[in-house]
């Protein structure tokens, strides 16, 4: 996560504001959200599918904050 952040940062920031400044501020951003439908649809079609081995509610998960030994 932190070197994406870093590639983020160091090299896709400049990009965008120079493709923003040359042509239009619209293209960094489609750029961006086609990025984002490429890596949501890599996730659903790659990630194995795995079986909720039993429900839980709202309740019962903010239960772990009153176990003092967790």
């Not at 932190?2 to 400044?21: D, K, W």
């Not at 239009?24 to 959200?33: D, L, N, T």
């Not at 490429?38 to 996730?43: G, P, V």
């Amino acid at each position: 996560m932190f070197s994406g952040l870093n590639v983020a940062n160091l090299a896709m920031v400049p990009i965008g504001t120079y493709i923003g400044h040359e042509y239009s501020w619209r293209y960094p951003f489609g750029i961006i959200a086609v990025l984002g439908i490429i890596t949501i649809l890599s996730i659903l079609f790659w990630l194995p599918t795995m079986p909720v081995k039993r429900a839980s509610t709202l309740r019962s998960e903010l239960g772990f904050f009153q176990r003092p030994e967790a």
